[in-house]
C-alpha cells in the first residue's frame, strides 16, 4: 500500500469509526483490533447517518493550524517524520511543532516554555511534564467529556479496560490522552539486559545473585568476554545520567526491595514499606556494591557523566557491553548483537515492578481554541490503522506486508538502514508516549525476513513483561501533590548527586551516611515517603 493507499484508507477508516462528530454518539465500537491484515481490510459501507454527523469531517474542508511542542525520537523530528505528514495530509490539521526537544533536555525546557505563559495549544509526546500540576494551574484543560463527545474509539477502549480511573488525577479531572501498551510495562522504563553469548563464550550460567552477577561481571572484564582477542576492550556494566540511572538497580537487592517509586519500596520481610536512602540497606547494599563495581572497573568509567545519547553511539560502534538499561537491547547495540541478550531475572520472584502499561502522550492548553479538534484528530489513532501508522509510518514506504498478514521492516537505505533509523526518523511512537494504542498488527512479524524485530516482539514484549508484578497506579490529593512538588526533584537529585559521589570515590561512605540522611530529612525526604506510602495504601486497598 503506497502513500497514496494510505491517505484514502484512512479516511475511510475515520469515516466508518465514527470520526463525525457534534452529537456525542459513542455507540460504535473501534476496529476489530485482533485482525491479523489490518492494512489489508477493507472499509466499512455502511453511510453514516446525516442526521447524526456534525461539522467536524475529516479532512476538513478548510485547513486548521494548531501549534504544539513534542520530544524528538533520539535525533530525528516528528514533524519531519513520514507519518506525521501523512496525518496532515488525511486530516488537513497542520500542526506546527515550534519546539522539539532531546528526552534528556525536553523537561526542562518545556517547563520554562509553559511557565513563562507563551505556551503552544497541545504538548505531545511529553517528557518531564506533571500533568496533574498543569492542570491545576490551569494551562491543561480537562479532556473527559472531550474525550466521550469527540473520542468514540479512546472511550470504548477505556470502557473496555476499566482504564478511566487511570488516567485520572486525583482532582478527578483527565488532563491526558494516553498511550495504550495493551501489556504491563516495567515500571523503570528499563530493565537489565546482560550478554548470554559472552556468558556462553566463557561458559559461566546466569546470575542468581549479587555475588554470582559480581562475579559474571568480573569475566566479562578480566577474560575476553567478546572473543575478539583485546582482553581490554569490554564494558561490563554501563548506564547514563539522563536515562537509564543506576537507581533501577534497586530491584536486583537481595533483601527484596521492591516497588521502586522516589526510592520508596516494600521489603520482603514483613512486607514494610520503607524510604530506602533512610535504611542501612541502601549503604550496606547497594551504595556498596555499586561501589565495589566502579572500583574493580567494571562500571564504566564514563557511567556518571555521559548522556543517554553518547552512551547510545558507543554501544552501537562495537561488540563492547556486558550489561546495561535499556528497554530493549535494540537501543543499544548494533543489530548484530541484539539477540546475544536477555533479560537479567531479579533474585526474587516477580520483583520487577511492572506498571499498568498506560501513560499519558498529549495535553491540550488553554490556549487551544478549538480542541474538539485535536481529540477527534487523536482518536484515530486508537484505531488498528491509525496506530500502525503512528508506530509503523507507511506501508510500502517504511514496512511491506507479505500475502501471510505478516511483515518487514523496509530497510533499503531510502528512511534508514535499520528498523531503529526508519522507525525513529519516520515515525511517531518512539522515546516517549505518543497518544495511541500498541497495535495488534505489530506482533505479526515475518520472522524469516526480520529476525531481529520478530525476537525483540518475543523476548522483551512476551517474556520480560511477564517476570514482574504490576503496581497500582498511585493518586495523590492536592495537599500530598504540593509536597511532590515542592521536596520530590530536590530529594531525588540529592540521592543521586551523593550516589554518584559515593560511587566514584569523591566522598567517603562510612563518614558520610550519617549525614547523608540527615540532610535528606531536613530536605522534606520523611514527609515525602509519608505521601508516597498515604498514596501506596489507598491504592492496594481498593
Known sequence: MKLKRV??????????????????????????????????????????????????????EEPVSFTGMAV??????????????????????????????????AGEKMSLIMNGGDYPDMIIKPAGINFYELGQQGILIPLEDLIREYAPNLTAMLDEMDGWDLIRESDGEIYGLPYLSGISTYNGGAPLWINKRWMDNLGLEEPTNLEELYQVLKAFKEEDANGNGDPDDEVPFTFATDLFTPNRFLAYMEEGLFYCNIYCGILDEGEEFVFYPLTDGFKDNYLTYLKRLYDEGIIDQNAFTQTYDQ??????????????????????????????????????????????????????????????????????????????????????????????????????GTYGETQTEVKNSQCMQGTTPFPMYFPDFRYNVNAEEDPINAWMQKERNLTLYKMGTVMPVLKYTEEEAEIRSEVYTQVQSYIETYTAQVVTGQVDLESTYGEFQDTLREMGAERLFEVEKAAYERAIAK
Open 311 to 412: 552512551m547510545s553511539v558507543n554501544g552501537k560502534a562495537a561488540d563492547i557491553h556486558g550489561m546495561f538499561f535499556r528497554s530493549g537491547p535494540n537501543g543499544q547495540v548494533a543489530d548484530a548483537y541484539i539477540q546475544d541478550y536477555i533479560t537479567l531475572k531479579p533474585w526474587s520472584d516477580g520483583h520487577l515492578p511492572m506498571s499498568q502499561g498506560v501513560s499519558l502522550g498529549m495535553g491540550i492548553t488553554d490556549k487551544c481554541e478549538h480542541p474538539e479538534i485535536l481529540v477527534a484528530w487523536a482518536d484515530y489513532f486508537y484505531t488498528e490503522e491509525g496506530a500502525i501508522l503512528a508506530d509503523m509510518g507507511v506501508e510500502g514506504e517504511t514496512y511491506k506486508v507479505y500475502d501471510d498478514g505478516t511483515y518487514s521492516w523496509i530497510v533499503d
Open 7 to 60: 491517505v484514502a484508507l484512512g479516511l475511510a477508516m475515520l469515516i466508518s469509526a465514527t470520526v463525525l462528530f457534534g452529537c456525542g454518539d459513542t455507540s460504535n465500537e473501534p476496529d476489530d483490533t485482533g485482525n491479523e491484515q489490518p492494512t489489508q481490510q477493507e472499509p466499512g459501507t455502511d453511510e453514516p447517518d446525516e442526521s447524526e454527523t456534525a461539522d467536524i469531517v475529516f479532512p476538513l
Open 72 to 105: 524528538m525520537n533520539q535525533s530525528y523530528k516528528l514533524s519531519e517524520s513520514l507519518a506525521w505528514k501523512t496525518m496532515n495530509e488525511i486530516t488537513n490539521v497542520d500542526i506546527e511543532l515550534i519546539g522539539e526537544f532531546q528526552n534528556s533536555e
